[in-house]
């Protein structure tokens, strides 16, 4: 039993990274595959794939990296909102990562979006984590 699947998701991508493997596992979630979404969309992994082989599911992610000088495209995944504390954001306080650089992913009621998409649309949500 994990009490806080996307932590552990955002630690198995860390340690990944940290060990220079091209390919991680996961469990999947719904909550998890979007995830995945917005950081293939926003240029942090190379791929990723969904596969239903059991129950649950997986998903297998193709971590990024820069060609010619091995530096990940990642550098931090943070989580921010917690089991035990919760952190949400209105649109008057949208968290900015790295003073715009990085991104923060936000679970609002229009879905998992990034900070910009979602101060774009005009509504806030939980803070799920910051990445850059």
């Known amino acids: 039993m994990n009490t806080?699947?996307?932590a552990?998701?955002?630690?198995?991508?860390?340690?990944a990274i940290k060990a220079n493997?091209?390919?991680v596992e996961i469990p999947a979630s719904n909550l998890k595959k979007e995830i995945?979404?917005?950081l293939f969309?926003?240029?942090?992994?190379?791929?990723?794939?969904?596969?239903?082989t059991t129950v649950q599911g997986t998903i297998?992610?193709?971590?990024?990296?820069?060609?010619?000088?091995?530096?990940?495209?990642?550098?931090?995944?943070?989580?921010?909102?917690?089991?035990?504390?919760r952190q949400y954001a209105g649109v008057d306080n949208m968290p900015r990562v790295l003073n715009g650089?990085?991104?923060a992913i936000l679970s609002t009621s229009k879905g998992v979006m990034t900070d910009k998409e979602a101060?774009?649309?005009?509504?806030g949500g939980e803070v799920l984590c910051h990445v850059y």
């Open 21 to 23: 493997h091209r390919i």
């Open 41 to 52: 969309d926003k240029g942090y992994i190379a791929n990723y794939k969904f596969e239903e």
């Open 4 to 6: 806080d699947p996307i």
């Open 119 to 123: 101060a774009r649309l005009n509504i």
């Open 60 to 85: 297998k992610i193709a971590l990024k990296y820069n060609p010619i000088t091995k530096i990940p495209a990642i550098r931090t995944l943070m989580r921010i909102s917690k089991p035990g504390l």
């Open 36 to 38: 995945t979404k917005v």
């Open 8 to 15: 552990d998701y955002l630690t198995r991508v860390r340690n």
């Open 101 to 103: 650089l990085g991104i």
